[in-house]
């Protein structure tokens, strides 16, 4: 009789066989509903990581240039001087390209609480920008929503920008004194507006607030508009418009102090947005790598465990290509089966995620919707990336012969017999159970390399995100402890000889080192020909307080009589370079005269008005000796609560011997400022870290089950001969615990040039420079609580399913 073979089948019923085919596959992954699980978590978790990167980046990418285009940002910003009316400002829309324009007033105060009273003040004065916008219901350029309240119902009301309500630790209906011309005057927090064409309050420094005109003139002098916006429907005409909104302006006898060209594809936040999605890139691209090895793995050991049923089909007559073909089926619906678990967490945690960031920025995103773009990546993650990462364990496996695959090697299945386990077998006076553990480990070479791997990618850069935190603390503590050596600034309602100042201050016996500058506000007309308004920060020659950053160029020099020194971030803007020479208008009283800008230096305090010159020099034009308006002080202590107290003591001691304070900033606030935008990466990146200790995890689990699996006759062996369930949980827990070790001191290694890259991408995005590198040496200790804490509920499941199997289960095991 002539023998049936599966190829025989195949060729006279090829749909009974795929059919015969669907159903051992289904009935292979109904039977293992565990391993399917197991397998399918693994994939799942690796498409969960790289969808909530995608979902993120693709949400605010939309939303938050969706939302900037919504409020209709401004191409030209023009600050103008002079008695500018709404009438004025409407005239401009008639110049050839402009689309629309809107005018404000913008005045910087200063506030403080009070218990409802004038007389009842609790907390010293603090800045306050208030903004007016004559007719606010009809806005067209930069507008500002209303989110709680009414557009000035009756006078003497605030309406705060919603996010500096927070900072201001203030709520609706509550009063604020507001200074005008050195009187308080009560104004009511009536509601809340927001705004999105400037930065947050906690970056920006100040809080923000909208008032009506006649509050404005109240607390200003004058309603009198000083910042124009123009659209225009030609970005490339921007130039030719704002020259001539410049000659439109200057014949009707206003002065233009300066225009600044705005992109409206650039977001006010937009530092922070490019560093956060080029990290983003890079995570993604670290998350694509820990699925693929944790894939990779999984089916690995899947096609180790179906070596006898691969022999089985072979001695019937099938292929390589349908032993290929028949688990290629299965790892698909694996793959399938993870990215279904996978695609509706990613999509929503991805949003949740993209919801948390903006909120930092003072952005509400869309309403929840599906990612198109992330639903595209998780199902070519899901379903491609298993077929990839398992192409090479499935073809080793399909080649295998009839010989190979029926072949029984015994307790182990011929694993462990590699260098590595050797090497640990030569290891003595360990404990029976240790010993057994530790080569339990060693015991599948490749697959403890891709759970290393995985394990350490997550500890390595969890270590550099805490880094690249601990770089961004120094670099920001050298930039302005550094540069800046006094404990706070005290600015006076007037400039104040310093004959009157000296003796008051001497009396103070907490401030240790004192010294004066003075500002004085000038037109700047650049190499280009456009002219911008600036602030002069006057330094002594022999200051104290000031260590320059030079980014390029020198400092000054006691024979400089026309150099400046400008900003690096301030040059950039207005494309000053070094060696230019600019001119300076100090007013109708005094000579224009020209400078040379002899250095740049990199200033993170005074990154909008940082052009720097000698006293002497500006002595020399104004001819004013003996005068400042702000006083640098240096305390006994530095930490920020004694800076604070020492600074309120100063203000009322000099205020109560009629030396009126304007204003006052201490260096700790000024840090918390500035690091305020940087903590939005440091929290994604900390959530990032912690998904891929997730992935980490899973993969030490799933390896230890694996490993469960494939010893069950060993299991069975160790329990006949007696051993108990303690003994069997020891084992299981220290294999976890050998590799989880094993990847922390792989992840050690790791961690210091992803550390050194991460400092590098984050500086140059953010400062334009390799932040000050600093080791974050607590995150060794950090990442080793971690690992052991994952090795240790990772080998939990395995560890007791091993304990459960009886000894007739393990024997019978196929």
């Given at each position: 009789?002539?023998?049936?073979?599966?190829?025989?089948?195949?060729?006279?019923?090829?749909?009974?066989?795929?059919?015969?085919l669907?159903?051992?596959?289904?009935?292979?992954?109904?039977?293992?509903?565990?391993?399917?699980?197991?397998?399918?978590l693994?994939?799942?978790?690796?498409?969960?990581?790289?969808?909530?990167?995608?979902?993120t980046?693709?949400?605010l990418?939309?939303?938050?240039?969706?939302?900037?285009?919504?409020i209709?940002?401004?191409?030209?910003?023009?600050?103008?001087?002079?008695a500018?009316?709404?009438?004025?400002?409407?005239?401009?829309?008639?110049?050839?390209?402009?689309?629309?324009?809107?005018?404000?007033?913008?005045?910087?105060?200063?506030?403080?609480?009070?218990?409802?009273?004038?007389?009842?003040?609790?907390?010293?004065?603090?800045?306050?920008?208030?903004?007016?916008?004559?007719?606010?219901?009809?806005q067209?350029?930069?507008?500002?929503?209303?989110?709680?309240?009414?557009w000035?119902?009756?006078?003497?009301?605030?309406?705060?920008?919603r996010?500096?309500?927070?900072?201001?630790?203030?709520a609706?209906?509550?009063p604020?004194?507001?200074?005008a011309?050195?009187?308080?005057?009560?104004?009511?927090?009536a509601?809340?507006?927001?705004?999105?064409?400037?930065?947050?309050?906690?970056?920006?420094?100040?809080?923000?607030?909208?008032?009506?005109?006649?509050?404005?003139?109240?607390?200003?002098?004058?309603?009198?508009?000083?910042?124009?916006?123009?659209?225009?429907?030609?970005l490339?005409?921007?130039?030719?418009?704002?020259?001539?909104?410049?000659?439109?302006?200057?014949?009707?006898?206003f002065?233009?102090?300066?225009?600044?060209?705005?992109d409206?594809?650039?977001?006010?936040?937009?530092?922070?947005?490019?560093?956060?999605?080029?990290?983003?890139?890079?995570?993604?691209?670290?998350?694509?790598?820990?699925?693929?090895?944790?894939?990779?793995?999984?089916?690995?050991?899947?096609?180790?465990?179906?070596i006898?049923?691969?022999?089985?089909?072979?001695?019937?007559?099938?292929?390589?290509?349908?032993?290929?073909?028949?688990?290629?089926?299965?790892?698909?619906?694996?793959?399938?089966?993870?990215?279904?678990?996978a695609?509706?967490?990613?999509?929503r945690?991805?949003?949740?995620?993209?919801?948390?960031?903006?909120?930092?920025?003072?952005?509400?995103?869309?309403?929840?919707?599906?990612?198109?773009?992330?639903?595209?990546?998780?199902?070519?993650?899901?379903?491609?990336i298993?077929?990839?990462?398992?192409?090479?364990?499935?073809?080793?496996?399909?080649?295998?012969?009839?010989?190979?695959?029926?072949?029984?090697?015994?307790?182990?299945?011929?694993?462990?017999?590699?260098?590595?386990?050797?090497?640990?077998?030569?290891?003595?006076?360990?404990?029976?159970?240790?010993?057994?553990?530790?080569?339990?480990?060693?015991?599948?070479?490749?697959?403890?390399?891709?759970?290393?791997?995985?394990?350490?990618?997550?500890?390595?850069?969890?270590?550099?995100?805490?880094?690249?935190?601990?770089?961004?603390?120094?670099?920001?503590?050298?930039?302005?402890?550094?540069?800046?050596?006094?404990?706070?600034?005290?600015?006076f309602e007037?400039?104040q000889?310093?004959?009157?100042?000296?003796?008051?201050?001497?009396?103070?016996?907490?401030?240790?080192?004192?010294?004066?500058?003075?500002?004085?506000?000038?037109?700047?007309?650049?190499?280009?020909?456009?002219?911008?308004?600036?602030?002069?920060?006057?330094?002594?020659?022999?200051?104290?307080?000031?260590?320059?950053?030079?980014?390029?160029?020198?400092?000054?020099?006691?024979?400089?009589?026309?150099?400046?020194?400008?900003?690096?971030?301030?040059?950039?803007?207005?494309?000053?370079?070094?060696?230019?020479?600019?001119?300076?208008?100090?007013?109708?009283?005094?000579?224009?005269?020209?400078?040379?800008?002899?250095?740049?230096?990199?200033?993170?305090?005074?990154?909008?008005?940082?052009?720097?010159?000698?006293?002497?020099?500006?002595?020399?034009?104004?001819?004013?000796?003996?005068?400042?308006?702000?006083?640098?002080?240096?305390?006994?202590?530095?930490?920020?609560?004694?800076?604070?107290?020492?600074?309120?003591?100063?203000?009322?001691?000099?205020?109560?011997?009629?030396?009126a304070?304007?204003?006052?900033?201490?260096?700790?606030?000024?840090?918390?400022?500035?690091?305020?935008?940087?903590?939005?990466?440091?929290?994604?990146?900390?959530?990032?870290?912690?998904?891929?200790?997730?992935?980490?995890?899973l993969?030490?689990?799933?390896?230890?089950?694996?490993?469960?699996?494939?010893?069950?006759?060993?299991?069975?062996?160790?329990?006949?001969?007696?051993?108990?369930?303690?003994?069997?949980?020891?084992?299981?827990?220290?294999?976890?615990?050998?590799?989880?070790?094993?990847?922390?001191?792989?992840?050690?290694?790791?961690?210091?040039?992803?550390?050194?890259?991460?400092?590098?991408?984050?500086?140059?995005a953010?400062?334009?420079?390799?932040?000050?590198?600093?080791?974050?040496?607590?995150?060794?200790?950090?990442?080793?609580?971690?690992?052991?804490?994952?090795?240790?509920?990772?080998?939990?499941?395995?560890?007791?399913?091993?304990?459960?199997?009886?000894?007739?289960?393990?024997?019978?095991?196929?």
């Open positions: 009789m002539k023998k049936t073979t599966w190829a025989g089948i195949q060729m006279r019923l090829p749909f009974d066989a795929l059919r015969t669907h159903r051992k596959n289904l009935r292979d992954l109904w039977n293992n509903r565990a391993r399917t699980l197991l397998v399918a693994s994939i799942a978790i690796g498409v969960l990581g790289v969808g909530m990167i995608v979902a980046w693709n949400v990418n939309v939303d938050l240039y969706k939302r900037y285009a919504a209709h940002p401004a191409h030209l910003e023009i600050e103008v001087l002079g500018v009316q709404p009438s004025d400002v409407e005239k401009l829309r008639d110049l050839p390209g402009v689309t629309a324009s809107q005018g404000r007033i913008v005045f910087t105060t200063r506030y403080r609480h009070t218990r409802g009273e004038t007389s009842a003040l609790t907390d010293p004065w603090q800045p306050l920008q208030l903004i007016t916008i004559p007719e606010p219901e009809t067209s350029v930069n507008q500002i929503a209303l989110v709680q309240g009414a000035f119902a009756q006078t003497d009301e605030l309406l705060v920008e996010a500096s309500l927070s900072e201001m630790g203030a609706v209906g509550e604020l004194v507001v200074d011309f050195g009187n308080g005057i009560v104004l009511n927090i509601g809340t507006v927001h705004q999105q064409d400037d930065v947050v309050a906690a970056v920006r420094g100040s809080p923000v607030a909208l008032v009506d005109e006649n509050t404005m003139r109240r607390v200003r002098g004058t309603a009198a508009i000083n910042i124009i916006y123009l659209t225009v429907q030609d490339n005409q921007r130039p030719a418009i704002a020259d001539a909104a410049r000659k439109q302006l200057e014949a009707r006898g002065t233009v102090a300066r225009i600044t060209q705005r409206p594809n650039v977001h006010p936040a937009q530092d922070v947005l490019n560093v956060l999605f080029v990290v983003m890139g890079v995570l993604g691209v670290l998350a694509l790598l820990m699925s693929s090895f944790l894939v990779t793995n999984t089916i690995s050991a899947l096609v180790t465990q179906q006898k049923q691969i022999g089985v089909m072979k001695a019937l007559g099938a292929d390589t290509r349908l032993v290929a073909v028949s688990y290629g089926e299965i790892v698909l619906a694996y793959g399938l089966v993870g990215t279904v678990l695609v509706p967490f990613a999509e945690l991805g949003y949740r995620l993209a919801e948390f960031l903006a909120t930092q920025i003072n952005v509400d995103l869309f309403p929840y919707r599906p990612s198109p773009i992330a639903f595209i990546v998780m199902i070519g993650v899901g379903l491609a298993p077929l990839i990462a398992a192409s090479k364990p499935l073809l080793q496996g399909a080649r295998l012969t009839v010989r190979e695959a029926i072949a029984d090697y015994g307790i182990g299945g011929g694993s462990g017999n590699n260098a590595l386990a050797r090497f640990v077998a030569r290891i003595r006076n360990l404990p029976r159970v240790w010993a057994l553990a530790l080569r339990n480990a060693m015991r599948v070479p490749e697959r403890l390399v891709l759970t290393l791997i995985t394990l350490m990618l997550g500890g390595a850069i969890l270590i550099a995100v805490l880094s690249t935190d601990s770089s961004f603390g120094l670099t920001v503590t050298n930039l302005i402890e550094g540069q800046y050596g006094m404990d706070a600034i005290l600015t007037q400039p000889r310093l004959h009157r100042v000296t003796p008051v201050l001497e009396g103070f016996p907490d401030v240790t080192r004192s010294e004066a500058w003075y500002f004085a506000q000038a037109t700047m007309q650049l190499p280009q020909g456009n002219q911008v308004q600036v602030t002069m920060n006057a330094l002594p020659s022999d200051t104290q307080f000031y260590s320059p950053r030079l980014q390029s160029g020198r400092w000054f020099q006691a024979s400089d009589t026309d150099a400046i020194v400008v900003n690096r971030k301030w040059a950039e803007q207005e494309g000053v370079r070094l060696g230019d020479t600019v001119k300076l208008d100090l007013g109708e009283r005094y000579p224009v005269t020209d400078w040379r800008v002899v250095g740049i230096v990199q200033d993170l305090v005074r990154q909008q008005t940082g052009v720097f010159i000698r006293y002497e020099n500006l002595e020399r034009i104004v001819k004013e000796t003996d005068r400042t308006q702000t006083l640098l002080v240096r305390y006994p202590q530095h930490d920020l609560a004694s800076q604070v107290k020492y600074t309120r003591a100063l203000t009322d001691y000099f205020n109560a011997r009629g030396v304070v304007f204003s006052t900033q201490t260096m700790g606030n000024l840090k918390n400022q500035v690091t305020s935008m940087y903590r939005i990466l440091v929290i994604f990146l900390l959530v990032m870290a912690g998904l891929m200790a997730l992935v980490g995890g993969g030490l689990m799933g390896m230890l089950s694996i490993n469960v699996l494939e010893r069950s006759k060993e299991i069975g062996v160790m329990r006949a001969i007696g051993a108990d369930t303690p003994a069997l949980l020891q084992i299981f827990w220290g294999e976890s615990i050998v590799i989880a070790l094993t990847s922390f001191a792989l992840a050690l290694a790791l961690s210091v040039p992803l550390s050194i890259f991460m400092t590098r991408l984050v500086g140059r953010f400062i334009k420079t390799p932040l000050d590198f600093a080791y974050a040496y607590n995150g060794i200790f950090y990442w080793l609580a971690v690992v052991v804490v994952i090795g240790t509920l990772a080998s939990i499941i395995p560890a007791l399913n091993a304990a459960r199997l009886s000894v007739r289960e393990c024997l019978n095991y196929e």
